[in-house]
């Protein structure tokens, strides 16, 4: 009689991929402990926001406290930062609605599409240039294109990016969200925005939604709400480009895959991609959310507990990537990305308004 045997190293990396629950309880129990506090300073302090609180104080914990460095905690901590990343952008697609998007979309497509572009394309230019690429270069243009530490937690989910990555895209995005809600109504004003015209540029031009909100409240008039389903209406653009990235990775591993076997690369055929990794489930979860609150199934009275369960789930998701961040990660990367987040910072903010006199919108 023969007993099977098993592969040491397969057998250590089993934990972390598929393990039980209760090897996760104590790092998801730091992760929410620390999302918690996250929560109420970003109450207190909404410019900054429970998800940037919860990076960060993660990171600061894991730095002070060397026991939540260890190995118990790390599986928690990897379920925090991807199934519940993953669950959160679901949740957050309950307050969503398509028709409101089909009702804004006519006035600031263009201005919506254009500053993507602008966002993703000088990301690619300006990171060549600054020696910026990889997932880091991807996340900042995601992250300013789109919608900040979602559209980053969105993509991180698919592209599989290092943590230091993840951290140093969203550090980047925060410093520039808050230059935004400082700069932008006073710049809106002294060039005469109207309140509907202010509302279109914070939701094109400023990344998180809750800096969208500081900034467009701030100006007065209907802007606040303007600006809001703006940027909800800016938050489908996550669609189309995640499921382009998912693809990219997937052709990038399927490629690598068959190097590892010996197999040419020219070998490679999009029909041995799985459609899950083409198209994540996630992101099926958040269309079918977003279609479930336009018909009407999600009661209006939901959305604010929805909203809040949502933020929550994220903060917790990003807390659970500090716990896991090695600062000096973070300072080998030095400061050209931040000044790529910079640039295309300026660039975005430029380009929605100069659409907006092409298309008649200022």
Known sequence: MTTATQDPEAEQQRPHSHAPLRRAIPGLAVAVTVAAIATLLGKLVPIVGGPVFGILLGALAAAVVPALRADRCTVGYAIASKPVLQLSIVVLGTGLSLQEVVHVGGSSLPVMLGTLVIALGGAWLLGRLLGVRGDTQILIGVGTGICGASAIAATTAVIKAKQAQVAYAIGTIFTFNIAAVLLFPPIGHLLGMSPHSF???????????????????????????????????????????????????????????????????????WKALPWRKIIPLFLLGFIAAATLDTVGAI???????????GTFLITTALAGIGLSLRLADMRRAGHRPLLLGALLWIAVAASSLGLQAITGTL
Request: aromatic share 6%; proline share 5%.
């Open 299 to 309: 009661p209006a009275d939901w959305h604010p507990a929805l909203s809040a369960l």
């Open 199 to 269: 509302g279109l540029w914070a939701g094109t031009a400023i990344n998180d939604t809750s800096s969208v909100v500081a900034a467009s409240f701030a100006y007065g008039g209907d802007a606040g709400s303007h600006g809001i389903v703006v940027k909800l209406t800016r938050t489908l653009m996550l669609i189309p480009i995640v499921i382009a990235l998912a693809v990219l990775t997937a052709r990038r591993d399927a490629r690598r895959d068959a190097a590892e076997r010996g197999e040419p690369a020219e070998g490679f055929r």
